[in-house]
Every structure is written in structure tokens, then in C-alpha cells.
């Protein structure tokens, strides 16, 4: 039997690769089989794949997601029709009887080239795709019609194939990693057997987030004398970034003494890493699916930082499903501006003491291996092998039939769906489930932490109109740790660069996100001398007028947290004559809820004749705030000036809102009287 294997650019594409190899040289017999590996050269398979004892081939390919109609998706697509060209004339010569694929862009042109010479009667190799995440790659999507079979980790993952042959499998665990024995793989490693140790790594390439986290953990880290660290850079080198030169400068730069030092493990690439799972008491890693998986079948508890504004979330999704099983706790990755760039970041602070809590809380971590253990794939190992011997012998499976999903509720939506949401999609569904909720019943919500990593990804967004929906999320969804951040973007006024202001804008951050950001902040309802700062600044130097119609209903939302505030009151009685009609009456209002007494108000003739009726509503409210907080009683003299208000509207409306209002205002007044008259 000969085998075609094929994926790459990630251990996560590879070792699935491999272990199926395991299983299908365990069954045929390793004198029955021959394997050959098709992948790309300078990733991750070049160094893998030999270590595992196989045969690697190399051809050309790239990936296309993300770059979108550029120039360069025409090198992409050159690239990868060469190596299809290369991949022709290498099946052509193995003759495979079947051609795996584990996903990835180097697996593209091994699975195109078998697909073309089926089609020309050149091979009658079987094709089997696996797919590892719950949410599907683009390219196994796309080549999933044309596959024999289609192997999934996850039964719910069959949705995403309508036209292929779909076969439920789990995810294939390499041989060697399962449950050792902690003593022995720590005397391996050359550990003390009551060292605390934390293993860290980001995959086989590294991950940079991950990286500068755990190196400026260290020092929170290594303070404890009992704490080991290992650490996997990964082997990425890159314009941009050198993992192991990027990671030995930040640690050099660190305060850290010479016994703390030998305490603190780096390696490139952890070749056994069995060893390394049955020695840790703690797993920091990436949420890819091999590596969830892996961490499963060792019972590893984990802290999961997955990687962020990937197609489909997938390791996100990942995280959240094995964390909602209770074996892993995940720290989102957070959007930081760097030199004009966004980047993905992960405080090391932050990270030292979530590292700390977990490894405080023995009890914590016993739960969460049992959990680990508790999600391991309880199917047959030989799945693969039965399932390729089936195919060849003609057993057919059939396609997926293509049928209606059922439509969860708004609330119980997985993150699957909600990661393939638009962001106005995903702006509607937390309107939904925040409308008319207490405070805790949002912090407590299943999805809120996806929601607020998501505002955080919008946040960075080049469109303001995604920003924006940013900013709407952080009020929604309670985010109090984000106020520092929507205190800035409502005082930003600093200008955009002159090119823009003589074509169409004056501001870098539109006035809409200055709104929304007082909007949101309202939400939040947390009143502090920088809201009160941000409220002035806005009354008195905003030149768009809906940014100061929204100070002033912020003041009239957070009335009972404020009281009287003079610096408020003299900044909303300087917007009486501004040239906008509704800036007027909001401020008139939000007057009446803030002012140290009446006489702010000024001559209220002036507002009772008015001819705009909105004038005259907004000065009935004002006096209602007035009276509840006691600064005007039943027998002021302005009441009684009431009787000269014109309580008819000019508008064309059913009903009479200034006639609803002024009765209310009367009602209040007669209440309060006969409340007197009682006592």
C-alpha cells in the first residue's frame, strides 16, 4: 500500500498527518506500507516530518486567505500552480493508492494534482481530507466535493459540508503522547520531583504573543523558588520577528539573577514533548486543535491564549468549547497599537498572575485534568485504517444531504455561529440578549467574553464604521476594564492629516465614536472627576452637535450619581444659544439636573412663549428635576407661571407629548401639596 500524506505549514496540519501514518503502517503492517509526504519547504513539515522517520517531497504553494484583490494573490496562485505542476509529475511516478491531506496550503497541491489525473484516468488513488477544527479551513471546504471521504474531529462539523462524504473520526493523537508517569518524565527532564513546573509554548513555528507574555512573566515567576519554566519559542524567523533572538533579548533585558535564571528552560523546538506534558503542572499554548487534543490525552490542565482574527475564529471556538467543559481557562488576546500597527498582545503581568492563581489552587487544577481526561476521543484508533481499507474495497459513504439547521435561540447561540456572524450581525444579536438585563445577568452570560474580544478586534479596524461597532459592544457588554479607553476616544478631537480635512474630514476618529463612546460610558454608569471632565470638554469645544445633545442626556442619565455641579451647569447654560434647536432643549433639561439652584435657569418666559414646542417640554422637564430634588417647592412662583405655557405642539403627532408632560409636572405638584396638608 502506498500512501501519499499532504499538510503543512503548522505542526497543527502535520502531526494529524503523522498519526494517521502511525495507524495505517500499525494495520497494513510497516513492511506493507510505503509513505511519501508532499509539503513546502522552510515550514514547519521540513523539520517534523524526517524527525518522524518519512520521506518528504517538496513543492511550491502560498496562501491566499487574508490578502484579498491584491497583486498579490497573483504570485499566491503562481506559486501554487507550479506546485501543482511539481505535485503531477511526483504522483505520477509514486502511484500512491491514497492521498491524504491534513489541510493547510501545502496540502493544496498534492490534493488538485490526484483530483486532475482521476479525472484524466491517469490514477485511481482514493483522496481523503481531514478537517481538525470545528469550523473548517477555506481550502477543505472548497476541495471536500471531490474527496472520497471527508474525516471531522467534531460530529458538529458535518454542517459545513453539505456535498461531501462525511465520516466522524475525532482527531488522531500520535502514539506516543498519552498519560506517562509524572516522576519518571521529570527525572528525563532532569526536574526536581517538587519543582512546580509550567510548560509555554505557541506550536512549532512559536507564537509572539505567548513569547514576550511569558518572558515578562518571569520575574513574577521565577520569584517563587519552587517554579521551573520551560519554555517553546518556536523556530519562526521572520522580516518582522525572530522568535528565539526576540525572546533571548527581552529575557537579557530582564532583572533576573543567575539562580533564578537556571530555573527558566528556552528551546526552540520540544522534540519529546510527552516528556514535557507529563512533567507540567501548569500548560500554557495556543487553542489549535492538535494541541487541545494532546493536552486531553496527557490530562494537562491549560491556560489557552488563542490565536486572534483568524478565518472563522476556529481557535477561539476551540478554547471556548474545552473551557465551557471546565479543563482550560483562556486569556483573550488584546489589540495594541504599535508604532501605527495593530498587534496582538497578552500582558505578562496579567499573565504571572493567572499563572499564579491556577497554580495556587491545587484542587483547580486536579478538576481541571479530570475534565481534560474526561474529553478524549473515545473512538476506535484504528478508525482510519478501517475506514481507507473500506473506501479501496468500494464501500461507498454517501453524501451529506443538505438539510435545514435548526435555529438555536438568540441566547444559546455556540460560538461557532457567532464567529460567522457579520459585525453588524454580531452588534444585533448583543443588543438582544443585553435588552432590559441586570448588570450581573451580563457578566454571567455564556458568550459575553467572545463578545468583548470580538469589540476588541473592531476596535482596531481601519473603518470607522466597525470601530464604532466596537465601541457600542464595550457598552453592551459591561465591559468596565475598556472605560479607560472610551474616556480617550470622547475627547479625541486631534485632527486628520491635511489631506483629509481638504477632501472631507476634519478629525482622525469620526464624531459617531465620540458619541457612541458617551453613549457607551453612560452604560456603564460610573461617575468620576475624568467623566466629568469629558462632559465639560464636549459641552464647551465639540464642534458636531449630536456629540453635545449626547452630553447633555448623559447628564440627564447619570442625574442621581452627579447632583449639583457648577462646572456642568455653566457649560450647559452656554449651549442655550447654540445654533443647533435640539442642543437647546437637551441642555435646558439636563439644566434642571444638575444645576446648585433655580435661579440658573434664568427668565423662564423666555422658554414658556417659545415657538418651538420641543423648547417648552424640555423646560417643563428641567423644572421637574428641579422639583424632585427639592431645589423649587409647590408654591415657587415659577409654577404658577405654568398657566401661561402653550401646550400645543406644531408637530403632527396622535397624541400631545407637552400637554402628557405638563400634567405630570401638575400631578407631581399636587401630590407634594397634599403630602404637606397631611403632615
Not at 490578502?67 to 505535485?87: D, R
Not at 473506501?391 to 435545514?404: F, H, M, N, T, W
Request: aromatic letters at 8%.
Amino acid at each position: 500500500m502506498k500512501f501519499i500524506l499532504t499538510g503543512g505549514g503548522t505542526g497543527g496540519h502535520v502531526y494529524p498527518a503523522i498519526a494517521i501514518a502511525e495507524e495505517l503502517k500499525k494495520h497494513f503492517g510497516d513492511s506493507n506500507t510505503e509513505f511519501l509526504y508532499l509539503g513546502v519547504r522552510g515550514r514547519a513539515e521540513e523539520k517534523i516530518v524526517p524527525g518522524q522517520g518519512y520521506d518528504i517531497r517538496f513543492v511550491s504553494s502560498a496562501g491566499l486567505a487574508g490578502i484579498g484583490f491584491k497583486p498579490l494573490i497573483l504570485v499566491s496562485a503562481l506559486k501554487i500552480g507550479f506546485g501543482i505542476f511539481q505535485a503531477l509529475f511526483i504522483l505520477l511516478r509514486f502511484r500512491p493508492d491514497a492521498v491524504i491531506g491534513t489541510g493547510g496550503y501545502a496540502s493544496v497541491p498534492a490534493v488538485l494534482s490526484a483530483i486532475i489525473l482521476r479525472r484524466l484516468g491517469l490514477l485511481q488513488a482514493r483522496i481523503f481530507i481531514h478537517e481538525q477544527n470545528f469550523v473548517p479551513g477555506r481550502w477543505n471546504r472548497m476541495i471536500s466535493r471531490w474527496a472520497d471521504r471527508l474525516w471531522i474531529s467534531f460530529e458538529g462539523s458535518a454542517r459545513f459540508f453539505p456535498r461531501a462524504r462525511v465520516e466522524f473520526t475525532g482527531y488522531p493523537i500520535r502514539q506516543q503522547i498519552a498519560p506517562l508517569d509524572k516522576a519518571q518524565a521529570r527525572e528525563k527532564l532532569g526536574i526536581a520531583q517538587d519543582a512546580t513546573v509550567v510548560l509555554a509554548f505557541g506550536g512549532s513555528l512559536g507564537a509572539r504573543t505567548i513569547n514576550r507574555a511569558i518572558s515578562d512573566a518571569l520575574p513574577a515567576l521565577l520569584a517563587d523558588p519552587k517554579i521551573v519554566v520551560f519554555h517553546g519559542t518556536g523556530s519562526l524567523k521572520s522580516k518582522t520577528y525572530d522568535a528565539v533572538k526576540d525572546t533571548a533579548e527581552r529575557i537579557k533585558a530582564l532583572p533576573l539573577s543567575r539562580e533564578e535564571l537556571s530555573r527558566y528552560h528556552p528551546q526552540e523546538y520540544l522534540s519529546e514533548i510527552h516528556n514535557y506534558y507529563a512533567a507540567a503542572d501548569l500548560v500554557v499554548s495556543r487553542a489549535g486543535a492538535g494541541t487541545l487534543n494532546e493536552l486531553c490525552s496527557c490530562g494537562r490542565p491549560a491556560l489557552a491564549i488563542p490565536k486572534s482574527n483568524l478565518v472563522g475564529e476556529h481557535q477561539v471556538v476551540n478554547a471556548l468549547a474545552m473551557s465551557r467543559a471546565g479543563a482550560c481557562e483562556v486569556i483573550f488576546e488584546r489589540p495594541v497599537i504599535v508604532r501605527g500597527n495593530p498587534e496582538a498582545e497578552v500582558r505578562g503581568k496579567f499573565l504571572a498572575s493567572r499563572i499564579l492563581d491556577l497554580l495556587s489552587d491545587q484542587e483547580r487544577l486536579e478538576k481541571m485534568s479530570r475534565a481534560a481526561l474526561g474529553l478524549i476521543n473515545t473512538h476506535r484508533r484504528d478508525i482510519f485504517a478501517e475506514s481507507v481499507k473500506t473506501e479501496i474495497r468500494g464501500e461507498r459513504l454517501p453524501r451529506q444531504v443538505q438539510a435545514k439547521e435548526q435555529v438555536a435561540k438568540d441566547d444559546d447561540m455556540d460560538p461557532a455561529r457567532l464567529s460567522h456572524l457579520s459585525p453588524v450581525g454580531v452588534l444585533a444579536y448583543t443588543d438582544k440578549i443585553t435588552a432590559g438585563k441586570e448588570t450581573s445577568q451580563i457578566d454571567s452570560h455564556p458568550n459575553v467574553e467572545l463578545l468583548r474580544y470580538f469589540a476588541d478586534g473592531y476596535l482596531i479596524s481601519p473603518r470607522w464604521q466597525i470601530r464604532n461597532i466596537g465601541v457600542k459592544l464595550i457598552g453592551l457588554t459591561n465591559n468596565l476594564y475598556r472605560r479607560k479607553l472610551l474616556l480617550a476616544l470622547a475627547s479625541d478631537r486631534s485632527p486628520a492629516p491635511i489631506w483629509k480635512r481638504i477632501i472631507w474630514k476634519d478629525f482622525r476618529q469620526v464624531g459617531f465614536i465620540r458619541r457612541n463612546a458617551l453613549v457607551a460610558l453612560t452604560r456603564l454608569g460610573i461617575w468620576d472627576e475624568e467623566l466629568r471632565r469629558v462632559l465639560v470638554s464636549a459641552l464647551e469645544e465639540e464642534p458636531y452637535y449630536e456629540v453635545r445633545v449626547q452630553a447633555a442626556c448623559s447628564i440627564i442619565q447619570l442625574r442621581d450619581k452627579i447632583g449639583s455641579c457648577e462646572n456642568l451647569a455653566r457649560a450647559l447654560k452656554a449651549n442655550l444659544n447654540h445654533h443647533s434647536l435640539e442642543v437647546r432643549w437637551c441642555c435646558l433639561e439636563a439644566l434642571g439636573a444638575v444645576v446648585p439652584n433655580s435661579g440658573y435657569l434664568g427668565n423662564v418666559n423666555d422658554y414658556l412663549l417659545h415657538p418651538n414646542w420641543r423648547i417648552r417640554q424640555a423646560l417643563l422637564n428641567a423644572l421637574r428635576h428641579l422639583f424632585e430634588r427639592g431645589l423649587i417647592t409647590p408654591a415657587d412662583p415659577v409654577l404658577k407661571r405654568l398657566e401661561n405655557l402653550i401646550p400645543t405642539c406644531t408637530d403632527f403627532i396622535p397624541t400631545f407629548p407637552l400637554k402628557r408632560t405638563l400634567n405630570r409636572l401638575l400631578n407631581l405638584r399636587q401630590s407634594k401639596v397634599g403630602e404637606e396638608s397631611s403632615q
